[in-house]
C-alpha cells in the first residue's frame, strides 16, 4: 500500500520569496511521485512527476521537485514565488505496477502569495 | 495530442433526481479511464477506474455507478442522488507506458439541493 502525507494545509509566502511545499511517502515498492496542481475551478495539471530516473525533477512554470529515498521525501520547491502560483498543489504516489496506474493523492497544500 | 472532455461543467440537481456525467477522450487507444472526486475542503477521491470497455472497478462503495460502452467514453450515474453526492468530479485518463502518469480533465461541479 502506498500514501503521501502532506505537510500543510496552506502556505503563504511573499511574492519573490522561496516556495517549498512538503510531501512525505509511503511505499512498499519503489514509488513514482507526482505533484499536480490545481487552480480555482479547474482540473488537475501535471507539474512534475519522479520515475526512478534523475532525482532532482524539473517541472513546468519553474517548479522542482527533489527525490530523497533516505527521507521519503518528495518536497516542490522554487526560488522565487509569483502571484500566478496561488493554486492547490496535490502530491500523489502510485508503484511501478504498468497496465493499471492507480494514483493515491495527498489531501492537497493551498499556497497564497502575499504581494 | 490527447485530450479530455468532460461536460456538463456545472450542474445543480435536487435530491433523489438522476445523474449523468460524460467523459470522452481522444487521441488515444484503450485508455485506463478514472472518476474522481473533490469534496470541499478535502482530497482526491478515487470512485471507479477501467481498464477496458465494460469492466469497471469501485473503489468506493456509495449509490454512484459508472459505465464504458466504448473504447473512449467513461460516465458517472446515479439514479437518486443524495445532498452527499455534491463535488466537484473529475475524469482522468492514463495509457500504459507513460509511468503511471494521469491527464484529467476540467472537471464538472454537482450541486445537490
Known amino acids: 500500500a502506498q500514501s503521501v502525507t502532506q505537510l500543510g494545509s496552506h502556505v503563504s509566502v511573499s511574492e519573490g520569496a522561496l516556495v517549498l511545499l512538503r510531501c512525505n511517502y509511503s511505499?512498499?515498492?519503489?514509488?513514482?511521485l507526482f505533484w499536480y496542481v490545481q487552480y480555482p475551478n479547474q482540473g488537475l495539471q501535471l507539474l512534475l512527476k519522479?520515475?526512478?530516473?534523475?532525482?532532482l525533477v524539473k517541472g513546468i512554470n519553474g517548479f522542482e521537485a527533489e527525490f530523497k529515498k533516505s527521507e521519503t521525501s518528495f518536497h516542490l520547491t522554487k526560488p522565487s514565488a509569483h502571484m500566478s502560483d496561488a493554486a492547490e498543489y496535490f502530491c500523489a504516489v502510485s508503484g511501478p505496477n504498468f497496465g493499471n496506474e492507480k494514483l493515491t493523492f495527498g489531501t492537497g497544500t493551498r499556497l497564497t502569495i502575499i504581494p | 495530442s490527447q485530450t479530455i472532455h468532460q461536460w456538463p461543467a456545472t450542474l445543480v440537481q435536487p435530491v433523489g433526481s438522476p445523474l449523468s456525467l460524460e467523459c470522452t477522450v481522444e487521441?488515444?487507444?484503450?485508455?485506463?479511464l478514472y472518476w474522481y472526486r473533490q469534496a470541499a475542503g478535502r482530497g482526491l477521491q478515487l470512485l471507479f477506474y477501467s481498464v477496458g470497455i465494460g469492466q469497471i472497478s469501485s473503489e468506493v462503495p456509495q449509490n454512484l455507478s459508472a459505465s464504458r460502452p466504448q473504447d473512449r467514453q467513461f460516465i458517472l450515474s446515479s439514479k437518486k442522488l443524495l445532498l452527499s453526492d455534491s463535488g466537484f468530479y473529475l475524469c482522468a485518463w492514463s495509457v500504459f507506458g507513460l509511468r503511471n502518469t494521469i491527464y484529467f480533465g476540467e472537471g464538472s461541479w454537482l450541486t445537490v439541493v
Open positions: 487521441g488515444t487507444s484503450n485508455p485506463n
Open positions: 519522479y520515475t526512478s530516473a534523475a532525482t
Open positions: 511505499s512498499s515498492v519503489p514509488p513514482y
